[in-house]
């Protein structure tokens, strides 16, 4: 449709419409000229010539563009420069809109769909429903990330982190510990590592300060939030 329209656009401007703004030009421009119909049908058809391709649309426009700006008859040349820009605009939006028909064309109808951006705060809540009813890991693998995904959530939706995950989180030895920990080793091996390796620090827990940032800190990393998602998915 874009390229019918456009196509349309781009014919030949037609020889009575033309005429038709010559008439106008001559008029607003040449108020002392009097010019008979022989006479604008002779011009129209030399104007036709050199700027025929701008279509009735384009020359429409450059006539009231001449009218407005111009001080004497405008040649050729100076009439197409009042909507050059939009000429190659036009030219460009035609290309385009070909080879993008031309590129659905060569897809057929079993080509890969686009994935679509999914909004962050509806990755997590898909994914801590998925985290809460997996039951093929540990349960106390399963909770810690349920509670790990619950705390961002509650960040993006600027609320306090349920009941159920800050005692999760309360019980891990701590509140920031590594992605890698955090996400894929919370058996008691890797908590065990982790309490000797880590920093001594005050849980906000402990210290009556929320267990969610502030609105104005960087939301809780989380690496199994991905980047795109499949619809439907």
């Known amino acids: 449709m874009a390229i019918q329209i456009l196509e349309d656009q781009a014919k030949q401007a037609s020889r009575q419409h033309v005429a038709w703004c010559i008439s106008k030009l001559a008029m607003a421009l040449e108020p002392g000229t009097k010019l008979s119909q022989e006479d604008i049908k002779f011009r129209a058809s030399i104007w036709l010539e050199s700027c025929g391709d701008l279509g009735d649309e384009l020359w429409s426009e450059a006539t009231m563009a001449a009218i407005q700006s111009s001080k004497w008859m405008p040649k050729p040349a100076e009439f197409r420069a009042f909507v050059g820009m939009k000429l190659e605009v036009r030219a460009k939006r035609l290309k385009r809109c070909r080879e993008m028909l031309e590129a659905k064309a060569k897809e057929g109808p079993g080509a ?57 989180l309360a019980r891990m030895p701590s509140a920031q510990p590594q992605r890698a920990e955090r996400t894929h080793q919370v058996g008691a091996a890797a908590r065990a590592v982790m309490a ?4 001594p620090a005050v849980e906000p827990w402990r210290a009556g300060e929320p267990l969610y940032p502030k609105r104005d800190e960087e939301p809780p990393p989380h690496d199994d939030i991905p980047e795109a998602m499949e619809v439907g998915t």
Do not use: C, G, M, Y
């Not at 998925?130 to 959530?153: C, G, K, M, V, Y």
């Not at 000797?196 to 920093?199: C, D, E, I, L, W």
């Open 112 to 168: 890969t769909p686009p994935k679509t951006i999914v909004p962050k705060i509806d990755q997590l809540r898909k994914l801590l429903r998925d985290q809460l009813d997996d039951t093929t890991i540990p349960e106390d693998h399963r909770l810690f990330n349920s509670a790990n995904t619950e705390r961002s959530l509650a960040w993006f939706e600027k609320r306090a982190i349920e009941p159920w995950a800050r005692d999760v």
């Open 196 to 199: 000797a390796t880590a920093k």
